[in-house]
């Protein structure tokens, strides 16, 4: 029996590996989140943040642990709901307030982000943060290294 699990955990983490291009590509099929077939089947043989609580807990009753992460019944509240209402309009929000504050970001649709080094967790944040100050100081310097390139050129 031994034998038989370390090949059966040995096979799934195979079917779990990820490189860069499979991440990018997950994360991309995944925008739609919990409205999104491809998403819950991602995540149903990964660890995250969601079903975080119920690993912590988990006392005895294997079969029922996971049973409940293979298996889960679908969740909703009002606080659920008013997240995934208003989930756009807080981003926007965001977005607007760092903006404010003289920090220009973009913020972009996110969907299921997998380990790269523990291909078994995984999250899905609300949202992807684009620190534009940084890309524009690096354009800036690559622009000045090009016109002390082009003025070398020259002397």
């Known amino acids: 029996m031994p034998d038989e699990k370390a ?80 989930e756009l309009v807080a981003l926007e929000q965001y977005q607007k307030y760092v903006h404010s504050i003289h920090r220009p970001v973009n913020v972009l649709k996110s969907g299921l982000m997998v380990s790269l080094d523990a291909p078994y967790l995984a999250a899905s944040p609300d949202g992807k943060v684009i620190d534009n100050s940084e890309l524009k100081h690096r354009q800036r310097n690559r622009r000045r290294r090009g016109r002390l390139r082009t003025a070398a050129e020259w002397v």
């Open 7 to 86: 090949a059966i955990e040995k096979a799934l983490l195979e079917k779990l590996r990820v490189d860069g291009k499979k991440i990018k590509d997950i994360e991309t099929k995944t925008w739609g989140q919990s409205n999104c077939e491809e998403w819950k089947k991602e995540r149903k043989f990964r660890f995250t943040a969601s079903n975080f609580g119920l690993i912590s807990a988990r006392k005895r009753n294997h079969d029922t642990f996971v049973n409940s992460l293979l298996h889960p019944k679908p969740f909703s509240s009002r606080y659920t709901n008013h997240g995934i209402k208003y």
